[in-house]
């Protein structure tokens, strides 16, 4: 069964860090782009950062300069640190994958895992 699962989620004080792990099984993660998505309570769920297969780099500007996205294949792995952490950062973050895509589109993802929730408070 193609699956994906987050990890890594937690309560972290502001300012704090946390690195987000997915992992991809039944199915290789080589030909996806994949994104870290989440939402906030009441909110929409929004596009945080992507990564293509080619490893090609996007970040939301909400969240530009304080995450980095990474990919590592042989593990079947994508990771997203996450620094200097601020309570609106508080969402369920969820990973998407998109097979052939140079993007990440919320509506055009196949699939997706089932969120990890971080909290930032103090």
């Known amino acids: 069964q193609l699956q994906l699962v987050e990890s890594g989620g937690g309560l972290v004080q502001p300012g704090g860090s946390l690195r987000l792990s997915c992992v991809a099984s039944a199915f290789s993660l080589d030909y996806y782009a994949i994104g870290w998505f989440r939402q906030a309570p009441g909110k929409e769920r929004e596009v945080v950062s992507c990564?293509?297969?080619?490893?090609?780099?996007i970040y939301a500007d909400s969240m530009k300069g304080r995450v980095t996205i990474s990919r590592d294949n042989a593990k079947n792995t994508v990771y997203l640190q996450m620094n200097s952490l601020k309570p609106e950062d508080t969402a369920v973050y969820y990973c998407a994958a998109d097979r052939y895509a140079n993007r990440c589109v919320d509506a055009a993802m196949d699939y997706w895992g089932a969120g990890t929730l971080v909290t930032v408070s103090s």
């Open positions: 990564i293509t297969m080619r490893g090609s780099t």
